[in-house]
């Protein structure tokens, strides 16, 4: 079992546990090396630096960045980052700042389709109004009866193609990925898996245009065990880590008790012949 957890998220973004919660959490469960990557935000870093501390875990500065590449939205991570690296600040701040519009859109498409007084219902489970989000959204319209929990309101009006999806320019892979690397930080490609199903997924040709890209641009890892994927797409995404070169990440991708796929840590191990990042800043930092 692996005992690093390197994707996760508090209420700093779209998470349910402040930052301080969280880190409790992945100590009882035996997580041992912690990175909080909320999207597009890096304001939960010091509180979870300082809980890891106290619970004698290892902390990596995180964050998930909102990336749009052609017609699709991907998800870079960046680990071990330096969060006053002003090109990082301020890309990620351009990155956040058009989600107040898009959440006004979004209630306004749901108001046509019957469904009023969302964006106040919204705001209210967003602990950070900066990083207004559909997994608000969805817990409000949980909460209003309109459906019976966060995964059927995706497929029921926020995913693409749905009443309330409101398309989004988010950053530019390129960017987001100099940015990541510029601050010295780790760019890895979050769970690919999850854009190869469902509307407007790559195919495999695209994903392969996607890694040259990313790998040109400077990403170096790949999410291969994710709360995200299945045990069958780890395997897939360890042969792509081997084809294309890349290290290999691990993290639940936890959001909330009882709103993931998966708890935080206890993660299976890597395919045999993956490469761990944390390789990476271990050398650099002597661990
Ligand atoms: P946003 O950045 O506001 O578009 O929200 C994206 C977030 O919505 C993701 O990080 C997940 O937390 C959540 N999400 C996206 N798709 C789903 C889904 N099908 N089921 C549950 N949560 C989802
Ligand atoms: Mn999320
Ligand atoms: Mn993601
Ligand atoms: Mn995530």
């Given amino acids: ?25 992945a100590a009882e469960r035996g997580v041992k090396v912690l990175a909080l990557t909320d999207h ?8 979870a630096r300082a809980a890891a501390a106290q619970h004698g875990i290892t902390f990596i500065n995180g964050v998930e960045i909102s990336v749009t590449w052609r017609t ?4 870079i991570v960046g680990l071990d980052i330096d969060p006053t690296y002003p090109p990082l600040a301020e890309g990620l701040r351009n990155v956040r700042s058009g989600r107040g519009e ?4 979004m209630a306004a498409e749901l108001a046509k389709a019957g ?13 950070n109004p900066n990083m207004i989000g559909r997994a608000h959204f969805a817990r409000y319209l949980v909460e209003a009866g309109h459906c019976k929990d966060v995964k059927s309101v995706f497929n029921r009006y926020l995913a693409k193609g749905k009443p309330g999806y409101v398309p989004h320019q988010w950053a530019a892979l390129a960017d987001a990925v ?8 780790v760019a890895v490609l979050a769970h690919p898996g999850r854009y190869m199903v469902g509307r407007n997924s790559m ?20 999410e291969v065990v994710s709360g995200s994927h299945t045990p069958e797409q780890y395997a ?18 936890f959001h909330g008790p009882g709103e993931s796929y998966r708890d935080m840590g206890r993660m299976p191990d890597f395919p045999l012949g993956c490469i761990p990042v944390w390789q990476l800043w271990e050398e650099k930092n002597n661990m």
């Avoid at 692996?2 to 998470?15: A, E, F, P, R, T």
């Avoid at 597009?40 to 509180?47: F, N, Q, R, Y």
């Avoid at 100099?178 to 930080?185: E, I, K, M, T």
């Avoid at 996607?210 to 641009?217: C, D, G, Q, T, V």
């Fill in 236 to 253: 897939e995404f360890a042969r792509y880590a081997a084809e294309f070169n890349l290290m290999c990440s691990c993290g639940s991708d």
């Fill in 72 to 75: 699709h939205t991907v998800h």
């Fill in 1 to 25: 079992m692996l005992d690093y957890d390197l994707h996760c998220h508090s209420n700093i973004s779209d998470g349910t546990l402040t930052p301080v919660e969280l880190v409790a959490r």
């Fill in 203 to 222: 195919g495999k040709k695209t994903m392969h245009e996607l890694l040259a890209e990313f790998i040109e641009s400077g990403g170096q890892a790949i």
């Fill in 115 to 127: 469904i009023g007084g969302v964006l106040q219902g919204a705001y209210r489970y967003a602990g």
């Fill in 102 to 105: 898009r959440a006004q859109k």
């Fill in 178 to 185: 100099s940015w990541v690397r510029g601050s010295g930080g």
């Fill in 40 to 47: 597009d935000d890096m304001d939960g870093l010091d509180d």
